[in-house]
């Protein structure tokens, strides 16, 4: 007789091989969950729209500031809820993290570069008010997968942006990018073409050509498997960042695809890729933002 864990991973893998990642609330319902979160806050405004609202998990056996990962979700900009990805807050919550994920603004009500505008602030909310809730504001990290992973790291890269929407981010400690397209010009698809079609200089939205040695220090997670999101994003980052002196690791796990890597963070996939403590090792090893040299 199949193991439990092994029929859910088989019925959950059915499932999303045939529709989009908004089943992901699929796994949050019939999985086997991790224990180590204390408390979920819920539907925390960090603007006034509907979908500018945030949910704050937080671990157990924290006492003192906890480092913070604030993770980004895909769906081609145009898809998602933050409910269906409460598996990521409970896998951070197990390695000590608060986790915060932020809704946001989705096409085709908005266009680039507006579901920016709306993480930069949430991070910005993460940043003001996150010791509240036991958090540490010098250790705050971004984790994102595919479309969330492009927003992530575009929050420690696109300063120009930024400013000039008159918002001065904090630094960004690490960013973690799982699947993420970073270079994707021409726009090829209906997805790119309906968030950037409008953007009249469109050089300025890839995170390849934006990466400085002041970008945080990141890890590039693809799979050899993945055909939504080719691996050559990961790779092409990667190099744009080491030859300008940013710090970079670059991590390819054989035969996983684009949302086997997503799962992977959940408890019933995590053999699957070993991508939980790969960004949590890779965190660990930064030292927080205004440390004082040692």
Known sequence: ???YT???SLFLIACLGLVSCTS??????VAPKDNNTLEVVTGISYGSHQRQQLDIYLPKGVDELAPVIMFLYGGSWKNGKRQDYAFVGHAFNTKGYITV?????LVPEIRYPDFLIDNANALLWVYNHIEQYGGDQNRIFVVGHSAGAYNGVMLGLADALFSSQDLDLPVISGFAGLAGPYDFLPLAFDSTKDAFGEVSDLDSTQ???LVSSSAPPMILITGTDDKLVLPKHSFALHD???SKGAESTLVTYQDVGHIALLLSLSKPFRNNSTALEDVVNFFQGIKAVNQPET
């Open 1 to 3: 007789m199949l193991r």
């Open 24 to 29: 992901l609330g699929v796994l949050n319902a």
């Open 6 to 8: 092994t029929c859910v």
């Open 207 to 209: 995170p390849v050509n």
């Open 240 to 242: 744009s960042a080491t």
């Open 101 to 105: 994920l932020p809704d946001y603004r």
